[in-house]
């Protein structure tokens, strides 16, 4: 018998709403992101326990939702505590280390303090089965491997979970998940009493995706990607959108020297990378400046990571070693800028230093510009 058929949801729920470990309440927080983030109309939720976060199905969004767990007490509960979901909401008693083939289908796979329980190779084949677009995860990093569980009164409702507790970490699941066909989106960290902190791993099925040295006659579909941001944002410092043969022009001179990749899926241009000179004078030549610019329509889809890799890997073999990328910055989001540039740059891997106060004036207002840094 799996360990989890014998854990009573109260002992599970007391046990993770206490003060000295808060669980239960971050997962609701993060639950009501995960259901909102991303365009999909069906979830499968792993591990679903009593509910926690159903709360936030939105019915205008949802039409199904399934919940997964291997023990029937859970299921019962979902399904007593949320009957107003009825009509959208399926409960499926499923082991996945023996039973992937009866999982259903959905757009959104959510797994919360579920792989620690099945492994990396359970998921990732629970993940295919569910041909999902986007999975959602939280894992629990610790500090100490062999404290995972936090102390409580109901700390010896657990002890059976050792024999299937596996530790978990960011790099080991974005590298399964890449191996699988998807791309890491974006993290977020939850931190918790005793050290612990929950982190929060979105990924996107990368589908139909080639990359390419960019072209001249792509220019055209590049100012159509570059114009939004110029016109309706603050992310670039540009008025004016440029024309197809000013962009022409800036195509070739930056491939004179350096690389200039686009993005397409089922063969149009979503997305492009580029790299330029930090500066023309000599002792800067392992150093370049990055630009990136994805459709609007293609945010948050992993399409810039996939760029951003694609532009690194061509420049380790000019021997640059040092990226550069100017972002802009404001304290408080406004209609024309958000953080996304900012976050998206942290999560590649760079690291900001330099914060250039009000040097960017655009709508009547200032903006900030901030540098960051990345060593190949």
């Known amino acids: 018998m799996n360990p989890w058929e014998e854990i009573s949801l109260s002992d599970y729920e007391n046990h993770m709403s206490l003060d000295s470990v808060k669980q239960l309440q971050a997962m609701n927080e993060m639950m009501k992101k995960q ?58 008693r499923i082991d996945l280390m023996a039973e992937i083939d009866k999982l ?70 974005t590298k399964v998940m890449n191996e699988i066909g998807y791309t890491l989106l974006k993290t977020e960290e939850y931190p918790l009493p005793n050290g612990k902190k929950l982190v929060m791993l979105d990924y996107g099925k990368m589908n139909n995706l ?18 939004y941001y110029v016109l309706n944002t603050a992310v670039s410092f540009e008025y004016d959108a440029p024309s197809v043969e000013e962009f ?28 330029g000179a930090y500066s023309s004078r000599e002792a800067y030549s392992w150093t370049v400046s990055t630009s990136i610019y994805i459709d609007k329509d293609y945010r948050r889809c992993g399409v810039g990571s996939m760029l951003y890799k694609a532009l690194e890997e061509e420049l380790k073999k000019q021997g640059i070693i040092n990226l550069l990328a100017g972002v802009a910055y404001i304290d408080e989001e406004d209609e024309y800028l958000s953080h996304d540039s900012y976050k998206f740059h942290l999560k590649e891997g760079y690291s900001e230093v330099a914060h ?21």
């Open 35 to 92: 259901l909102e983030e991303y365009p999909v109309n069906t979830a499968m939720i792993f591990g679903i326990a009593g509910g926690n976060g159903l709360e936030h199905v939105k019915r205008e969004k949802y039409i199904r939702i399934c919940g997964i767990d291997i023990n029937e007490e859970y299921l019962a509960a979902v399904k007593e505590r949320y009957s107003k979901l009825q009509d959208i909401l399926e409960c499926h």
């Open 104 to 173: 259903p289908q959905a757009d959104l796979v959510i797994a919360n303090l579920f792989i620690e329980y099945v492994g990396y190779d359970t998921f990732a084949k629970a993940v295919l089965k569910s041909e999902a677009k986007y999975v959602s995860c939280i894992i629990q990093l610790n500090t100490d491997d062999k404290t995972w569980v936090s102390d409580s009164p109901y700390l010896h409702a657990f002890d059976g979970l050792d024999a299937v507790h596996h530790q978990m970490d960011e790099t080991s699941l």
């Open 210 to 227: 080639v990359i390419r040295d960019a072209q001249v006659d792509d220019a055209q579909r590049l100012v159509e990607i570059y114009s």
């Open 248 to 275: 022409q022009n800036r195509i070739l001179k930056t491939k004179e020297k350096y690389p200039y990749l686009v993005c397409l899926k089922d063969n149009r241009i979503i997305g492009y990378v580029y790299a």
């Open 356 to 376: 250039m106060k009000s040097v960017g004036k655009k709508f009547d207002r200032w903006y900030d510009l901030m540098w960051f840094q990345k060593k190949v």
